[in-house]
């Protein structure tokens, strides 16, 4: 009991000296700049593909992505190149096929831009392949000894709804490429296909319910879902300090709040500055996507 007092003591000794961390957001000359100048800069969306790719492949991208339809494999390859040189000209030197497997967590699998041409010299490449299509290491499949590794086939593939963007982690930049990933027979490995399918069910009968009300030529309906801004936020040292935590992701075990949470306790108290560091790293990071 007195080894567990005494971690606790630390820990909070260690929280109360902490300094928060500032997050600098981008300048010109000098001057931060105002949110709208950088707004979206690590997504390329609509409106950078407008901007830099051909009429005609923007066309046919554009309508891939408002019908949920394929990307034509022909156009794949120009796509693939105006990407990859928007990527490099932000400091990007890999890329990855970003998917949510059944695991409750995301799974990335790198691969470099970097590559050597005939004569042996390094050239940055990417191609429509690359940018459609991928195999993850197949040792990431569980198989329980009784499979070898090359015998498991799980592919991913780019879901053009969802624009290709750029992470930034520990000073560095890759290329995330939001996909879906299948078995070689289709079965959904992740939790982003059934998702996907479900979104086309619903558009084909909601499509077929205004047709027979009069409403025609409506080729397609989305569905959005929308979140509440609501989190909690626990200093590093306490979260490891409280098992459940841990192991669970959650309070099971807590003090009742103070005065039933009636008062400034909870609402509308000031913001540790901390926190409003926190806060801040954080919504610079979503402003860029």
């Known amino acids: 009991m007195s080894n ?12 109360s000296h902490r300094a928060p961390r500032h997050t600098p957001r981008p300048e010109e000359n000098g001057v931060q700049l105002p ?43 120009v796509v693939a190149q105006v990407i990859k040189e928007w990527a490099i000209s932000r400091g990007v030197t890999h890329f990855t096929h970003w998917f949510q497997p059944q695991t409750g967590l ?10 050597f041409d005939e004569n042996g010299l390094p050239i940055e490449t990417f191609s429509g392949e690359q940018l459609i299509q991928s195999e993850p290491d197949a040792s990431s499949f569980p198989s329980g000894g009784l499979r070898a590794t090359w015998e498991a086939r799980g592919y991913t593939a780019w879901n053009p709804a969802s624009p290709v963007f750029i992470s930034e982690t520990g000073g560095v930049k890759y290329l995330c490429i939001p996909s879906v990933f299948i078995g070689y027979n289709g079965e959904a490995l992740d939790e ?24 025609s030529g409506v080729l397609r ?41 009636q008062l400034e306790d909870h609402y509308f108290g000031g913001i540790p500055e901390r926190v409003q560091a ?12």
């Open 192 to 215: 982003m296909t059934p998702l996907l399918r479900s979104c086309d069910v619903l558009s084909a009968r909601a499509t077929e319910l205004l047709e027979l009300i009069g409403d």
């Open 35 to 77: 949110t709208s100048a950088w707004f979206g800069m690590n997504t390329f969306g609509l409106r950078q593909m407008r901007a830099k790719m051909p009429k005609d492949v923007y066309k046919k991208l554009a309508a891939s992505i408002r019908l949920g339809k394929k990307l034509d494999s022909d156009i794949a390859p």
């Open 221 to 261: 309906v989305i569905t959005t879902l929308g979140v509440e801004q609501e989190f909690f936020i626990i200093d590093r040292g306490h979260f490891a300090l409280r098992p459940h935590l841990i192991i669970s992701g959650r309070t099971l075990v807590g003090a009742p709040p103070p005065r039933g949470q």
């Open 106 to 115: 995301t799974a990335e699998k790198h691969d470099a831009f970097l590559t």
């Open 4 to 15: 567990n007092n005494n971690s606790r003591m630390v820990a909070l000794r260690e929280i």
């Open 278 to 289: 926190c806060i801040r790293e954080v919504e610079t990071v979503l402003y860029k996507l």
